[in-house]
């Protein structure tokens, strides 16, 4: 199993903190591709260039493996002001 976290505007978009999910997915991009078909707004929070994906709280890019056990996070960038 995975733990996918989702955080700010992205948990707002696609409706939910976290999932749990079988470890089938080979990298973050499997994962993101697979997460976006679930309809609805997750294409949009998934959006590839707006979107800063980690694994285990280490910031990956998007072939990243991931693992039996692995937590992999996905937020937007952050901004400040």
Do not use: S
């Not at 709280?57 to 992999?72: A, K, R, S, Y």
């Amino acid at each position: 199993m995975i733990k996918v976290i989702f955080f700010a505007q992205v948990r707002e978009l696609v409706g939910t903190e976290q999932l749990e999910l079988a470890a089938e997915y080979p990298t973050v991009e499997a994962l993101r591709q697979a997460l976006c078909t679930r309809g609805n707004k997750w294409p949009l929070a998934l959006e590839p260039g707006k979107l800063l994906m980690a694994v285990n709280q280490t910031l990956v890019t998007v072939d990243h493996p991931i693992v039996d056990g692995d937590e992999v996070a996905f937020f937007p960038p952050v901004t400040g002001g």
